[in-house]
């Protein structure tokens, strides 16, 4: 059973934690899906993480689309959140426009960066059928350099009532970035609708981190984030044996080779015989 905005809002109601994780690939896709990830966010950060770009200004519309199809192709049961680039939401229309082909190519929903310009823009998603996460705090799309958000009473106050405007206006999910503990923690309890954090503290309904982060495949290990496992340690271990191995004549071994039957080999000497005229 695939997983609805009305299960997560379940996990926010009974306390259960929530886990947002981002996807670029089918095969990783597979791999959240058996693990019970929540959500797989297609976020935008495929471009720095996947695509080599610059930044995630760089992102467009068909880079989405095709890293969209190939995590919904995997994920038989995670809820497929699709990151909406760099401006292909500039107007209520466009979002609209945008989510839907989202939606048609397999998100569940659709995330959003903005605070009070977004508002109008989120009621339009939702008025067409699309789940939304909001996403408030540190906005990478806007904001550049990455920067704690709300740790002036006047900031936080003004994030406190975004959040609550965002959840009025559609929202079913919302992403704190880079915002103090205390204040994510008045924000859960302020809205109904389910907060995720990245660097938001614990205090959030649930957590999302970038998958490269977590597996030690980033150049930068970031303060919000933690390496669970060394993956890119272990891929760089097995493309060095297999360079030796090719290099010294280990690989193929005979395990990876097929043989050609005495009585084939036969019949292929005496054919080139032929051919060239000696017996």
Same mark, same amino acid.
């Given at each position: ?154 900031? =936080? ?5 975004? &959040?609550? $405007?965002?959840? *009025?206006?559609? /929202? ?5 970035? +880079? ?58 271990? =097995? ?5 030796? &191995?090719? $290099?010294?004549? *280990?690989?193929? /071994? ?5 043989? +050609? ?19």
């Amino acid at each position: 059973m695939k997983i609805t905005t009305s299960d997560l809002l379940r996990k926010k109601r009974a306390g259960e934690k929530i886990v947002m994780l981002t996807c670029y690939d089918f095969p990783t896709a597979t791999l959240e899906d058996a693990a019970g990830v929540d959500i797989q966010l297609v976020g935008d950060s495929v471009g720095t993480n996947v695509l080599g770009y610059a930044d995630v200004t760089q992102v467009t519309v068909n880079d989405m689309l095709h890293h969209m199809r190939a995590v919904a192709r995997g994920a038989k049961h995670s809820f497929v959140l699709g990151d909406l680039p760099y401006r292909s939401f500039e107007t209520p229309e466009a979002a609209v426009k945008t989510a839907t082909l989202f939606a048609e190519n397999g998100a569940d929903g659709v995330k959003m960066e903005g605070e009070e310009d977004a508002i109008e823009k989120v009621k339009a998603v939702t008025g067409a059928g699309v789940p939304v996460c909001a996403h408030i705090g540190y906005t990478p799309q806007k904001l550049g350099k990455a920067a704690v958000q709300g740790k002036d009473a006047a900031r =936080a106050m003004q994030l406190i009532d975004i &959040a609550g $405007r965002l959840e *009025q206006a559609g /929202a079913s999910i919302l992403v704190l970035e +880079l915002i103090p503990d205390e204040l994510s923690a008045i924000i859960a309890r302020a809205v109904s609708i389910p907060t995720i954090g990245i660097g938001a503290g614990r205090s959030c309904d649930g957590q999302v981190q970038v998958f490269h982060d977590i597996a030690g495949m980033s150049p930068a290990i970031f303060r919000h984030a933690h390496v669970f496992h060394d993956v890119k340690s272990a891929m760089r271990l =097995a493309i060095d044996s297999y360079l030796s &191995a090719t $290099r010294n004549g *280990q690989f193929p /071994a005979e395990a990876n080779m097929a043989h +050609l039957s005495e009585t084939v080999r036969n019949e292929i000497a005496e054919s080139l015989g032929r051919t060239t005229g000696r017996v």
